[in-house]
């Protein structure tokens, strides 16, 4: 494949389909036909967002952690989608039902089969939350799979392509006795349930690659299907491989840093450690079980959010997405443009008007080059770097995860792979490489601090060179513009740091304030643990500590792990600051029980650099 060529959503498409060897009728089963697909391969269909992002999801791509820049009838089906995710999320029953009959009484005819199921998925949540009869709520998950997987049983759904969502869908109706076909050992309905999620999981597997797509759903299916065991007798249980499975979703749950159902799989290993009698003979294994358990139970508690994950909204969450006519304005102000200076040679002048206002959709020929003056990507993104090369999209996923485990050699070796599959005449690609390459470099210790500093400060002018530092927070930045500039400004001298800091902490306070950290939240913990530190560093301890306290809560609410201890030791040193100047605290740390957190979740994290500084620390402090 030419690497020059550009990037459209059907060249992506065809390209991860072909990596992937998944055949035309397989990938569009439930959703069109295989010819249609072939058409939208061919580029002479384009379909809805929604119906693109199923064809990704299918083949383990999710809106996870890219920028998607939508048309305004787009944006206003996502705002829908978002409105009644969250009124689901808060329990707010009144608000979800009545999105749900608004949109049946004025949506349902005129949608397509995935928007149905998204609202019938809400509709088995909220049902659940009630306590409706298993039966009733089996009809309906089967109601809502059917809608995208016509053919229910084994031995059809095996040879299909199922998104994150359907894999839910699916493991629903047979958590609520649904029937998918003839199985072995189906003389009982205890004994048939078990059969079925022991498919389902070997199904999964087989299927599912990606490890953060697969943390989505794995210890979900591990979850549900030990509790079906231990609902028999304890003498019935197969301890030892309910352990195994519970300790591959805990070790998958670890190594993506999120917390899926992480509680419930504590509890479990718990009682099946005690049960088998391991105990004993696991005692390390036991006591950081429990330990973990108990420093999650108070965090939960603290802040007001459930132990349990009560819902499957995380499957249906998507990040950074924009209207394509607010990122042209935003952006136009950023880079201190008028209207005419941007559409010069390229549209008139009303035209950009109607664009940037949202009152039309907007001309893709015409956004293509306006994004290219702007220093924005047109081109079909899933990542931070652009490509229809599947080698090149695996490759980037693996140096991404070796390099935020900090395995900086490992990561620039895939990184040097990766640079010969990829357009360097795409100036996103660039700048990616190039951030990247200072990032390998600075953990190999192959260069200073200043000369890190300089090279992110290059990577950063790419895109972003006449934009002016002070209106940032104005203006619409790429995640990895954010990137950059949280790297700068996280390396630079205290002093220097907040002219960086700032106008990143203006654009996320704007977020809280519109009650949209889910929508960035990956960027959002990033960035907020260095603009905390920075606050503590300079004694502004009170702001700092708010800044924790909503993280800690937001980490916790969207199933995230990582940065935890990061936020609970930022509170645990600004109190010591203030006992040290007799400065009264509103924080209620007690010191020591949040240390030992940090020690316990930094372990459980693998970051072992922390750890030590944690351990140093308490005895430093407490010895």
């Keep these: 494949m030419d690497k020059t060529q550009e990037v459209t959503f059907h060249t992506f498409l065809k390209a991860m389909r072909k990596g992937k060897k998944v055949t035309l009728d397989r990938l569009s089963k439930g959703?069109?036909?295989?010819?249609?697909?072939?058409?939208?391969?061919?580029?002479?269909?384009?379909?809805?967002?929604?119906?693109?992002?199923?064809?990704?999801?299918?083949?383990?791509?999710?809106?996870?952690?890219?920028?998607?820049?939508?048309?305004?009838?787009?944006?206003?089906?996502?705002?829908?989608?978002?409105?009644?995710?969250?009124?689901?999320?808060?329990?707010?029953?009144?608000?979800?039902?009545?999105?749900?009959?608004?949109?049946?009484?004025?949506?349902?005819?005129?949608?397509?089969?995935?928007?149905?199921?998204?609202?019938?998925?809400?509709?088995?949540?909220?049902?659940?939350?009630?306590?409706?009869?298993?039966?009733?709520?089996?009809?309906?998950?089967?109601?809502?799979?059917?809608?995208?997987?016509?053919?229910?049983?084994?031995?059809?759904?095996?040879?299909?392509?199922?998104?994150?969502?359907?894999?839910?869908?699916?493991?629903?109706?047979?958590?609520?006795?649904?029937?998918?076909?003839?199985?072995?050992?189906?003389?009982?309905?205890?004994?048939?349930?078990?059969?079925?999620?022991?498919?389902?999981?070997?199904?999964?597997?087989?299927?599912?690659?990606?490890?953060?797509?697969?943390?989505?759903?794995?210890?979900?299916?591990?979850?549900?299907?030990?509790?079906?065991?231990m609902k028999q007798p304890k003498a019935d249980w197969e301890c030892e491989r309910l352990l195994r499975l519970c300790r591959q979703a805990i070790a998958m749950l670890r190594s993506t840093g999120r917390m899926y159902y992480l509680y419930e799989l504590l509890e479990i290993k718990e009682k099946l450690l005690t049960v088998s009698g391991q105990g004993a003979l696991f005692e390390k294994e036991m006591t950081e079980t429990r330990e973990l358990?108990?420093?999650?139970?108070?965090?939960?508690?603290?802040?007001?959010?459930?132990?349990?994950?009560?819902?499957?909204?995380?499957?249906?969450?998507?990040?950074?997405?924009?209207?394509?006519?607010?990122?042209?304005?935003?952006?136009?102000?950023?880079?201190?443009?008028?209207?005419?200076?941007?559409?010069?040679?390229?549209?008139?002048?009303?035209?950009?008007?109607r664009l940037e206002s949202n009152k039309t959709r907007a001309q893709m020929a015409v956004v293509r080059q306006l994004l290219e003056r702007l220093g924005l990507p047109f081109e079909f993104q899933r990542l931070e770097v652009i490509s229809d090369n599947y080698e090149a999209v695996v490759l980037?996923?693996?140096?991404?995860?070796?390099?935020?485990?900090?395995?900086?050699?490992?990561?620039?070796?895939?990184?040097?792979?990766?640079?010969?599959?990829?357009?360097?005449?795409?100036?996103q690609n660039r700048q990616e490489v190039k951030r990247s390459e200072a990032i390998n470099q600075l953990g190999q210790g192959k260069i200073t601090l200043r000369e890190y500093v300089e090279q992110i400060k290059e990577a950063l002018g790419y895109t972003a060179v006449s934009a002016d530092m002070k209106n940032l927070q104005e203006g619409y930045l790429t995640c990895v513009e954010i990137g950059c500039i949280y790297n700068i400004a996280t390396r630079v001298e205290e002093g220097e740091a907040w002219q960086y800091?700032?106008?990143?902490?203006?654009?996320?306070?704007?977020?809280?304030?519109?009650?949209?950290?889910?929508?960035?939240?990956?960027?959002?913990?990033?960035?907020?643990?260095?603009?905390?530190?920075?606050?503590?560093?300079?004694?502004?301890?009170r702001e700092a500590n708010r800044i924790s306290d909503?993280?800690?809560?937001?980490?916790?609410?969207?199933?995230?792990?990582?940065?935890?201890?990061?936020?609970?030791?930022?509170?645990?040193?600004?109190?010591?600051?203030?006992?040290?100047?007799?400065i009264p605290t509103e924080t209620a740390c007690t010191g020591q029980a949040e240390l030992q957190a940090c020690i316990l979740l930094s372990r459980f994290c693998q970051e072992k650099s922390y750890e030590a500084h944690y351990c140093r620390k308490m005895k430093e402090w407490y010895d």
Excluded at 308 to 326: A, M, V
Excluded at 401 to 409: G, L, M, P, R, T
Aim: aromatic share 12%; charged share 30%.
């Design 501 to 541: 800091f700032k106008p990143l902490w203006e654009i996320y306070n704007r977020y809280e304030e519109e009650n949209d950290v889910e929508v960035h939240i990956s960027m959002y913990l990033l960035v907020m643990i260095g603009i905390a530190s920075h606050l503590g560093n300079v004694g502004r301890y």
């Design 396 to 427: 980037y996923r693996e140096m991404n995860q070796a390099s935020n485990a900090h395995e900086s050699d490992r990561a620039e070796k895939l990184l040097q792979r990766l640079v010969p599959l990829i357009s360097m005449q795409n100036i």
């Design 31 to 229: 959703i069109c036909s295989a010819s249609m697909l072939a058409r939208i391969e061919a580029g002479e269909r384009l379909p809805e967002k929604i119906v693109r992002d199923r064809f990704l999801e299918r083949l383990g791509l999710t809106n996870d952690w890219y920028e998607d820049y939508l048309q305004p009838d787009e944006h206003a089906l996502w705002k829908s989608w978002k409105a009644l995710l969250r009124a689901v999320e808060n329990k707010d029953y009144k608000e979800a039902d009545s999105l749900i009959e608004q949109y049946e009484q004025d949506n349902h005819r005129h949608s397509n089969v995935i928007e149905r199921q998204f609202y019938l998925a809400m509709k088995g949540q909220l049902a659940q939350y009630r306590n409706v009869p298993e039966a009733e709520l089996c009809m309906l998950y089967e109601k809502a799979l059917r809608l995208t997987v016509p053919e229910i049983m084994y031995d059809k759904w095996r040879k299909q392509s199922f998104s994150l969502q359907e894999w839910n869908l699916l493991l629903e109706y047979i958590h609520f006795g649904g029937d998918i076909g003839k199985i072995e050992w189906e003389e009982d309905p205890y004994v048939y349930q078990k059969a079925a999620y022991e498919l389902l999981l070997e199904e999964f597997q087989k299927a599912v690659k990606d490890v953060y797509g697969r943390v989505k759903i794995f210890p979900k299916a591990v979850y549900y299907y030990s509790m079906v065991q």
């Design 293 to 353: 358990k108990k420093v999650l139970s108070a965090l939960y508690r603290k802040y007001h959010v459930s132990e349990k994950t009560e819902n499957c909204c995380y499957l249906y969450w998507q990040t950074d997405n924009e209207r394509i006519g607010d990122v042209i304005r935003k952006r136009r102000k950023l880079l201190g443009l008028t209207q005419k200076q941007l559409c010069e040679g390229i549209c008139e002048s009303r035209t950009l008007q």
């Design 550 to 582: 909503r993280a800690i809560k937001e980490s916790l609410k969207s199933g995230r792990i990582y940065m935890l201890h990061d936020y609970i030791y930022n509170k645990c040193w600004n109190d010591m600051e203030c006992q040290k100047l007799g």
